[in-house]
Each structure stands twice: as C-alpha cells, then as structure tokens.
C-alpha cells in the first residue's frame, strides 16, 4: 500500500472519529503496519496530532486541528447510552440511575 494512502487513511479515520485513533486498531483493524511511523511524518508535514498513551501500551492519536464544521459536527455528538445486564437482559438506563450505580455503598457499623 501506497504511504500517502496510509496517510490518508489514518488522517480520515482521525478526523471521523473525536476519540482518535488507537495505534491497535491502525495496526490491526486497518492494516498498517508501520503506523507510528505513519504519524510521525504527518507531524513533519504539520498536522496537529496528540499522542495519549494508554496503560495497555497502546497510543491514541488525535488530530487536533479540525475545521469549524468538523467542530460543529463534534458538538452535537449524542451522549453514551448507559445499559446495565439483569440476568440475560440489558436495559438502558439514564444517566442519574447510571451515576448512582456507580457510588461506593455506604455501610453504618452499629
């Protein structure tokens, strides 16, 4: 594969995706091998991408310089749905039912 492809490639998936792009799945998910790589010469050629390292020794790449209508689009990005599992079943719950499953249980010692 053509390295302005890769390029190409890694500059699309950054630019759809807000997260950015995780080194695994540029390596793994998309078939290009030498990724970091791939970044390092879009840095040279002066985009404005972020490396995050991730406790699993993966990066995240995130390109940082995003035209006023890619921002528009990011600012009507829908919440995460929050779903817990009752038995086989998941159902979808709000946010303050999600928030208060999450808080550490307060026990009294009498």
């Known amino acids: ?11 699309s998936a950054m630019k759809n995706t807000p997260g950015g792009v ?3 799945f540029a390596t793994y998910g998309m078939s290009i091998k030498q990724a970091p790589t791939r970044i390092k010469e879009l840095k040279q050629k002066g985009f404005n991408i972020k490396s995050i390292a991730n406790k699993d020794r993966s990066v995240n790449w995130i390109l940082l310089d995003r035209s006023k209508a ?15 599992f009752e038995g086989n079943f998941s159902r979808e719950v709000s946010e303050e039912e999600y928030s208060n499953l999450n808080k550490p249980i307060q026990q009294s010692i009498l």
């Open 1 to 11: 594969m053509d390295i302005s492809t890769q390029q190409n490639r890694l500059l």
């Open 22 to 24: 995780n080194s695994f």
């Open 70 to 84: 890619e921002m528009k689009k990011l600012e009507n990005v829908k919440p995460v749905k929050h779903y817990v």
